[in-house]
């Protein structure tokens, strides 16, 4: 439905676990069209809901999904949790760093 609106971005796309469907699957449906903004689970950066590791596969999952990067804003999707720790949103900042610049 996205695609056939026309419509150039899809804005605070919430992947699984948050929802059913994994960031993958978005990608694989609507391609670079529209523009996703999202895709990083808000729990994610909760210490409470995340370990350490669950985290960072997250964010592994997160970036596999994005192929080459080009459609895609990385953000929380939704919103940042009052409690969230800020060391991980750095992290999320850090990891996408070293990626570089899309070409």
């Known amino acids: 439905m996205y695609v056939l609106s026309g419509v150039d ?6 992947p699984a676990p948050m929802t059913e469907l994994p960031l993958s699957e978005y990608r ?5 069209r529209p523009a996703i ?10 210490p409470g ?10 964010i592994d999952e997160v970036i596999s999904a994005a192929g080459d990067f080009r459609g895609m804003i990385y953000s929380i999707a939704d919103t940042v ?7 991980r949103i750095r992290r999320i900042g850090e ?7 899309v070409r």
């Not at 694989?28 to 670079?32: D, H, I, L, P, S």
């Not at 903004?37 to 909760?46: A, D, E, K």
């Not at 990891?95 to 610049?101: F, M, Y």
């Open 28 to 32: 694989g449906a609507f391609g670079r």
């Open 37 to 46: 903004w999202g895709g990083i689970c808000s729990t994610s950066v909760l």
């Open 81 to 87: 949790p009052p409690d969230a720790s800020v060391d």
């Open 95 to 101: 990891r996408l760093d070293e990626l570089g610049a």
């Open 49 to 58: 809901s995340f370990s350490e590791d669950e985290f960072e596969a997250h």
């Open 9 to 14: 971005l899809a804005d605070s796309v919430c």
